[in-house]
């Protein structure tokens, strides 16, 4: 089955711990992103990529780091300078050009620091 | 000020009621317009999308555009309970990508059954 598949469902990070969120796409997307999802909030753009060995950041990508070695891959750190973790993470991949204006998410990941 | 406002919420009505969802942006550059609905503590997927003001039907659902009032809107006729739900607004302009849309805020359905 074509999708999108982010790991794990669940993360908790203690204070000061860097922690590594997983995405791997196989719809030969080109390009992938990472929201962040606050309750009761709309999603905000942290990082996106448009093709491999690429990235720029979003809305929000201070505390955060990405790499995209391949194209089926966009894994997003969640680094110690981040001052308000907790949230719930979501993966994305689309084509790179309209009309297709679909984005596939992926399923989330919630992390939670203790 | 955000580039897109979405009513708050949250609605809850019975079922078999029609459903208005809407939303209203400030940027002029904005063609295309999606309506994501999101289950709890899963990803959006995509329920419809229209580039053009006027409206779009598919199934009980209908998308509303009007660009002169910047003001789209999201029908659901007949509700379900299935239908509860998150839905989360998303437009983008032309040179962007469907990834980068700006979302509203999302507004929680509940159905009554």
């Known amino acids: 089955d074509g999708g999108i598949t982010q790991s794990p469902k669940y993360l908790f990070r203690k204070e000061g711990q860097n922690v590594t969120l997983s995405c791997e796409q196989n719809l030969n997307h080109d390009a992938m992103y990472w929201y962040r999802q606050d309750p009761g909030q709309g999603l905000r753009l942290i990082y996106y990529s448009q093709i491999v060995n690429d990235f720029q950041k979003g809305d929000i990508a201070e505390g955060y780091s990405v790499s995209r070695e391949k194209k089926e891959s966009f894994p997003l750190t969640v680094t110690s300078a981040q001052k308000n973790p907790t949230a719930f993470y979501l993966c994305a991949s689309s084509m790179k050009t309209l009309p297709n204006t679909e984005a596939f998410f992926g399923q989330g990941t919630r992390l939670t620091v203790v | 000020q955000k580039e897109v406002e979405q009513d708050p919420g949250p609605l809850s009505v019975p079922e078999g009621a029609i459903v208005s969802l809407n939303c209203t942006y400030s940027?002029?550059?904005?063609?295309?317009f999606m309506w994501y609905r999101q289950y709890s503590r899963k990803g959006p997927e995509l329920l419809m999308y229209?580039?053009?003001?006027g409206n779009k039907e598919d199934g009980r659902f209908t998308a509303q555009v009007d660009k002169s009032s910047k003001y789209i809107s999201l029908f659901i006729r007949d509700s379900q309970p299935s239908d509860s739900a998150t839905y989360l607004c998303a437009m983008i302009g032309l040179g962007t990508n469907a990834g980068k849309s700006t979302f509203g805020d999302g507004t929680t359905l509940t159905v009554k059954p």
């Open positions: 229209t580039y053009s003001s």
């Open positions: 940027n002029s550059a904005f063609q295309y």
